[in-house]
């Protein structure tokens, strides 16, 4: 198995785990019971983006190797473009739907921080086996 599909499959296999834990977070009210439940959620969504941004940057040839500097600030890119996506999403549908997936701008900030530590994080651990 080369790079990518190693990047992918470990990628897949986060999202998997994060889809169970989000449907099983949602039947039991894990979100109303901890309201801080979306933290280690946004971690692992964060992980998932480390390994999806891996892959990306490879698959399209923007980073050719792994020189940590690069990798890092493509993966950082990548990983805040998603995370932002996600908070303008929780946004519209606090606004549509009347939901509370965004109860202030703190939550919002701390949900980008950990996408991006979840996503460095895996950045790190593939520059320490593949370098």
Known sequence: MNFNQDMMKKGLYVLVGLGIMQIIAQEIGLYWIY???DIPMH???GVWLGFLSTWLLFRLRIV???HSGWYLFGLGVVSLLVGLG???FEYLMDQWI???MQPS???T???LVMDL???YIVGLWILTKHE
Do not use: C, S
């Open 35 to 37: 309201p801080n439940f």
């Open 43 to 45: 971690f692992l969504g």
């Open 64 to 66: 050719k190797r792994l």
């Open 86 to 88: 996600w908070e303008v």
């Open 98 to 100: 009347d939901t509370n």
């Open 105 to 107: 701008l703190m939550d």
């Open 109 to 111: 900030k701390l949900d």
């Open 117 to 119: 530590l979840g996503a």
